[in-house]
């Protein structure tokens, strides 16, 4: 059974740092692409970036690009969710998936979610 478990959620004042972690369990994930995605209070769901779990090659929303870093550890089976230069409009939950096989920007196209963890950016 596929757990993905989100951590390092708090309240940063903007301009701060904050990393995320995402362990992951189950199943050998070397063919999957891990993501993150965010969610506000009263908006969709949507893509921050995401790693694949083989070839380390990331992939980054405009919003978050040059701010944002993912990386993989995979002796520990774990995603990070480096956060820099935070702005008050980063503020959501964030949640770690997993999909299996290609590439996708789009939630409903991941087999795996976390629980989620809050971000909160003050200004």
């Known amino acids: 059974q596929v757990q993905l478990v989100e951590s390092g959620g708090g309240l940063v004042q903007a301009g701060g740092s904050l990393r995320l972690s995402c362990a992951a369990s189950?199943?050998?994930?070397?063919?999957?692409?891990m993501g993150w995605f965010r969610q506000a209070p009263g908006k969709e769901r949507e893509f921050v970036g995401n790693?694949?779990?083989?070839?380390?090659?990331?992939y980054y929303a405009d919003s978050v690009k040059g701010r944002f870093t993912i990386s993989r550890d995979n002796a520990k089976n774990t995603m990070y969710l480096q956060m820099s230069s935070l702005k008050p409009e980063d503020t959501a939950v964030y949640y770690c998936a997993a999909r299996y096989g290609t590439w996708d920007d789009q939630p409903e196209m991941y087999d795996y979610w976390g629980q989620g963890t809050q971000v909160t950016v003050s200004s």
């Open positions: 790693i694949g779990w083989s070839s380390g090659i990331t």
């Open positions: 189950g199943r050998t994930f070397s063919s999957y692409f």
